[in-house]
């Protein structure tokens, strides 16, 4: 991927996000799915001004929804855990 801003799509605000960036400065993206490391760190380090130590990535699968007798799928998605060296995102100030 060329364009940095279609990397992330969004941060995951879920508890287990909450509790990994309190104790280890975890914090977790969601990520286009062909992006690979070097590009969600060049993207996290030059949208939000931070220093990034690594990256470990998670591919999830799509689970299978039912509306009465129509069977559908969700989508498949990446996620990204990203442990930061130096700095701090928060997203519960603007909330």
């Known amino acids: ?3 940095i801003y279609g ?5 995951v605000l879920t508890e287990k996000a909450a509790i990994l960036q309190e104790i280890d400065g975890q914090v977790v993206f969601k990520v ?3 992006s690979n490391k070097i ?7 030059l949208m939000f001004d931070v220093k990034v ?3 470990r990535t ?11 007798k129509t069977v559908g799928q ?4 990446k996620k990204a855990y990203v442990s930061l060296a130096e ?3 928060n997203f519960t100030d603007e909330i």
């Open 32 to 34: 286009h799915p062909k």
């Open 74 to 77: 969700t989508k498949e998605w």
């Open 53 to 55: 130590k690594d990256v």
């Open 7 to 11: 990397v992330l799509k969004g941060p």
């Open 39 to 45: 590009e969600i760190k060049r993207a996290i380090e």
């Open 87 to 89: 700095g701090e995102i």
């Open 58 to 68: 998670a591919s999830m699968r799509g689970k299978e929804k039912r509306v009465g």
């Open 1 to 3: 991927m060329k364009n």
